[in-house]
């Protein structure tokens, strides 16, 4: 079945840091993927997604790029911020329906001023 | 675009209580709404799908009798914990999809229940 690994954390970084947070996939087809962020007591919130090979996602200084031939989409930001504190979690999607949804273990981030 | 409400957000009672979650999509049509729980520090349970109109499908080792699912409309679906007792205590979260390939799940805030 499709899953989802993600590097172990938690990750404590410096403000102003460079982030690199990995993520790696394994899917029958061709997913759709997604990087998503919980803040302390609060749902998730989608931060970008890619659904093609190639595709870059961005939103708020983070990137990612599909990677087929890696089958990866690791999650970058050039410089953190304290408020980027939060968990990370990497996910795809199969299907019309978003029934063959899958979620990786999380990553917490912790960036200290 | 693309909210989905949860409501409440926090929960306190008594064992043996039934709690009843709401989980709406403000400004789309949810075909597809998910139920999941989060223990402390730890990724997303799902616990079960739900379609409009139709029976929820439910993840193995959920008990569907415990936790009731209605999607009555594609708007609005529910969660009702019955007889709640203090294992029961976690975060729900619920997220909601509008169907077509691609789509990312759009959450809740979560409802944080404790049971005493």
């Known amino acids: 079945g499709n899953s989802v690994t993600q590097m172990e954390g938690p990750v404590t970084l410096s403000e102003e840091a460079f982030l690199t947070i990995n993520c790696t996939y394994t899917?029958?087809?061709?997913?759709?993927l997604f990087w998503y962020v919980q803040y302390p007591g609060e749902g998730l919130q989608l931060l970008l997604k890619?659904?093609?090979?190639?595709d870059k996602g961005s939103n708020k200084g983070f990137e990612a790029t599909y990677r087929k031939e890696t089958t990866s989409f690791h999650l970058e930001k050039g410089s953190v911020q304290v408020s980027d504190s939060a968990v990370y979690f990497c996910?795809?999607?199969?299907?019309?329906?978003?029934?063959?949804?899958?979620f990786g273990p999380g990553t917490r981030l912790s960036v200290l001023p | 675009g693309a909210v989905v409400s949860q409501h409440p957000s926090r929960v306190i009672c008594k064992s043996g209580t039934s709690v009843k979650i709401e989980c709406r999509s403000l400004?789309?049509?949810?075909?597809?709404m998910f139920w999941y729980r989060q223990f402390p520090k730890k990724s997303l349970m799902l616990m079960a799908t739900s379609n409009e109109g139709s029976k929820a499908t439910y993840e193995q080792g959920v008990e569907k009798d415990k936790f009731l699912i209605n999607h009555a409309s594609l708007t609005l679906s529910t969660l009702t914990v019955t007889s709640a007792h203090p294992e029961d205590s976690s975060f729900y979260i619920c997220?909601?999809?509008?169907?077509?390939?691609?789509?990312?799940?759009?959450f809740g805030d979560g409802t944080r229940l404790s049971i005493l």
């Open positions: 899917a029958t087809g061709y997913p759709s």
């Open positions: 996910a795809l999607s199969e299907g019309n329906y978003g029934q063959n949804f899958v």
């Open positions: 400004d789309f049509q949810a075909t597809t």
């Open positions: 997220s909601a999809t509008q169907g077509a390939l691609g789509q990312p799940q759009h």
């Open positions: 890619a659904t093609k090979a190639d």
